[in-house]
């Protein structure tokens, strides 16, 4: 039986983050890797080799790969190129859901879909909140209920921005809506290990009484159906789209825009996060932003891929993508300012 666990949380909360300061812990090589995110680009600085089209060796000695369509198909093929030696032995799983997941349904495939249960063992659900902006998100965004209630583990990450009153009003609202979670803090140096995070199995006993609710109505909802569950599962106003910029970007013009994005539609933008092809640098500067917030840019060692075209991939609610396409089309047409990050 190999151990599963899941690590969610909503938009921009740190899943990645904490994912990465994990798999470089020595206990977790001979893992494999599922990341269902699209456009992440959090692990490329780990990568080492392609092991075949879909799945990637890290330099920790995990297997990473990018879960497309179905979660089943996925961890079943694993499991089978696994026990024909096509790939490196793993003894533990661990999936990075999207920000905007509902956990009900990877729970429930998870505990009973028969291809699952005589192979994979659920071990627990760790939830990523932001000390700086997760009690809004939880005002607002089901998902980020439903991730937190149904967690065996809660991770309160950038604790280190937010204020020492907002933090511990926070930490009050989760173990109240969740009061059998184990409640870590983290920051962007220092966090919970593996052996704290994934030392348990997961149990809907001492969970919230909607927790038994939902995993009801996703047994309900797939036996119905007669189909696997959509972990993708999102409001229809929450929208996902990817501005492809060919031309290298001067950098503060590309800041000028997106503070002047920020102050005027951050309640919208849910999440942003972009690889940069910057005048005059040779290597891809990340960007990354949570409504309001717009993070110190980091630069990385090498690109990913021969492609050198900036991305930036927003997640927004109630914001069109024609309106922010445009705004960046007349900001990158004016004339170029000379500072860079």
Request: charged share 25%.
């Amino acid at each position: 039986m190999i151990p599963v666990s899941v690590i969610t949380g909503f938009l921009g909360s740190g899943k990645t983050t904490l994912l990465r300061r994990l798999l470089a812990d020595p206990t977790m090589a001979e893992t494999a890797v599922l990341v269902n995110e699209f456009g992440e680009v959090g692990l490329d600085h780990l990568l080492l080799r392609k092991v075949d089209e879909d799945i990637i060796l890290l330099n920790s000695g995990c297997l990473c790969c990018t879960v497309r369509d179905d979660l089943i198909e996925t961890l079943d093929d694993l499991r089978l190129k696994r026990a024909e030696g096509a790939i490196p032995m793993f003894n533990r799983a661990v999936i990075e859901t999207t920000g905007l997941a509902d956990p009900a349904p990877i729970v429930q495939t998870l505990m009973m879909d028969p291809a699952l249960v005589s192979h994979y063992r659920l071990l627990g659900l760790v939830a990523t909140v932001d000390a700086t902006h997760g009690g809004g998100q939880l005002d607002r965004h089901q998902e980020a209920l439903k991730q937190v209630a149904m967690a065996d583990r809660l991770v309160l990450t950038k604790i280190d921005l937010a204020g020492r009153e907002a933090a511990a009003s926070l930490q009050e609202r989760l173990a109240a809506l969740n009061p059998g979670a184990t409640l870590f803090t983290a920051s962007l140096e220092s966090g919970p290990g593996p052996n704290e995070l994934f030392d348990s199995g997961f149990a809907v006993v001492g969970k919230p009484e909607n927790v038994q609710q939902w995993l009801r109505e996703e047994s309900f909802r797939t036996d119905a159906h007669h189909s696997h569950p959509d972990v993708n599962r999102h409001d229809s106003r929450v929208a996902s789209f990817c501005l492809t910029i060919d031309v290298p970007i001067e950098w503060g013009r590309l800041v000028e825009w997106l503070k002047l994005l920020l102050a005027s539609r951050g309640d919208q933008i849910l999440r942003l996060k972009g690889i940069l092809n910057l005048a005059g640098r040779s290597r891809p500067v990340i960007i990354q932003g949570v409504q309001h917030v717009f993070y110190p840019p980091v630069e990385y060692a090498a690109w990913p891929d021969a492609d050198r075209s900036s991305k930036i991939v927003f997640i927004t609610s109630d914001l069109p993508r024609a309106g922010v396409e445009e705004s960046l089309r007349q900001f990158l047409s004016q004339r170029d300012p000379k500072d860079a990050p």
